[in-house]
T-cell receptor, first 109, second 114 residues
Framework: GQNIDQPTEMTATEGAIVQINCTYQTSGFNGLFWYQQHAGEAPTFLSYNVLDGLEEKGRFSSFLSRSKGYSYLLLKELQMKDSASYLCAVRDSNYQLIWGAGTKLIIKP | NAGVTQTPKFRVLKTGQSMTLLCAQDMNHEYMYWYRQDPGMGLRLIHYSVGEGTTAKGEVPNGYNVSRLNKREFSLRLESAAPSQTSVYFC?????????????FGAGSRLTVL
């Protein structure tokens, strides 16, 4: 079966750095996405990786290792507004998105 | 530019009742999707459409019917609601499957079946 694993919940301090991991086992690979979802709202796109390596976008970076079936999302200079769930999703060989259950990130002052 | 609009935002149904969720996008996207989101689980695909007049089953299609009314609108119908269909439903759209084409989601419809 296809599976994506993420930690259920993480806590971090305002101004710090946090890394959210995602491991996947899917039928093929055609890209990995990270979405942010604030409570009661829709998911919104954060980043896309298809090749190995690091993609940086402001305070957010995403890393991919296809050989290890592993990605992480790195959030720097955490702000209270970063409190949200972070969803990892992999596009499989049929170009369908397989979603992780999400990681709830709690930011403390 | 409204993006993806879903109606209604909230609904309470009794077991056996029927209802339709409506989704409309104004981004000229070909592909549209209906997902459900339940606590502790990833988004699960119910049905999707790759263009006007087409629909296809996703991961959890049972108990749901869809219609791609035109390029803009994609509806989801529950013919006989069951408590197991209590969930938050999201409509999403995109220009295509490949590359960095990302999904744009509606705000969600919270459905409770008693």
């Amino acid at each position: 079966g296809q599976n994506i694993d993420q930690p259920t919940e993480m806590t971090a301090t305002e101004g710090a750095i946090v890394q959210i991991n995602c491991t996947y086992q899917t039928s093929g690979f055609n890209g990995l996405f990270w979405y942010q979802q604030h409570a009661g709202e829709a998911p919104t796109f954060l980043s896309y990786n298809v090749l190995d390596g690091l993609e940086e976008k402001g305070r957010f970076s995403s890393f991919l290792s296809r050989s290890k079936g592993y990605s992480y999302l790195l959030l720097k200079e955490l702000q209270m507004k970063d409190s949200a769930s972070y969803l990892c999703a992999v596009r499989d060989s049929n170009y369908q998105l397989i979603w992780g259950a999400g990681t709830k990130l709690i930011i403390k002052p | 530019n409204a993006g993806v609009t879903q109606t209604p935002k909230f609904r309470v149904l009794k077991t056996g009742q029927s209802m339709t969720l409506l989704c409309a996008q104004d981004m000229n996207h070909e592909y549209m999707y209906w997902y459900r989101q339940d606590p502790g689980m990833g988004l699960r695909l119910i049905h999707y459409s790759v263009g006007e007049g087409t629909t296809a089953k996703g991961e959890v299609p049972n108990g749901y019917n869809v219609s791609r009314l035109n390029k803009r609108e994609f509806s989801l119908r529950l013919e006989s609601a069951a408590p197991s269909q209590t969930s938050v439903y999201f409509c999403a759209s995109t220009t295509g499957f490949s590359g960095a084409n990302v999904l744009t989601f509606g705000a969600g419809s919270r459905l409770t079946v008693l």
